[in-house]
């Protein structure tokens, strides 16, 4: 997916949402992790997220509550991808790793948004390229399409007469805390670092 069609995605996602961007000070008194956030979402955080069913490298149905025991950091995309979703993943990884040198485990989760390619299989051998602890999920094209909606995430598979087609997709990744759900999601600007300091901030909160 080209850097400009992730734009676009990103940028349609961000409309649906109702993002306010605003300085902490503009929080919620009564939010316990006001503290932590940069972004405020239109509805309240809950509008965000919610039970899911998919299935796992191992080819097993899991649930959100089966995936979401740690603090875990959601990414939607695709195997196939051939640039944004590498280096998404590969960034959640390194805050990941940032964060367990901190003593904080967080579970890195990457739900495909193309199961027509992605089967369990596929997405054993991805996650385990990746990270150790990645879950990687796939499923039919229902339970996806269900999971993606939750998230209000965007994506869309693009015309080819072959195998080798790209599905253009948001490319928000998200901070989901077993006890809370959804609280977060960060951009693709966001470094490593910057993560890590996100996520440790909204753990110690929580």
Partial sequence: MTRLIAIVASTIVIAMLGVLWFVTSGTRSDDQFAACRESQIAGGAGAIGGPFTLVNGDGETVTDADVITKPSILYFGYTFCPDVCPLDNVRNAEAVDLLAAQGIEVTPVFISIDPERDTPEVMKDYGEIIHDRMIALTGSEEQVKAASQAYKTY?????????????????????VLPDHGFVEFFKRDTTPQQMAESVACFVDAS
């Fill in 155 to 175: 994506y869309r598979k693009q015309e080819s007469e072959d195998e080798f087609y790209l599905v253009d997709h948001s490319t928000f990744s998200y901070l």
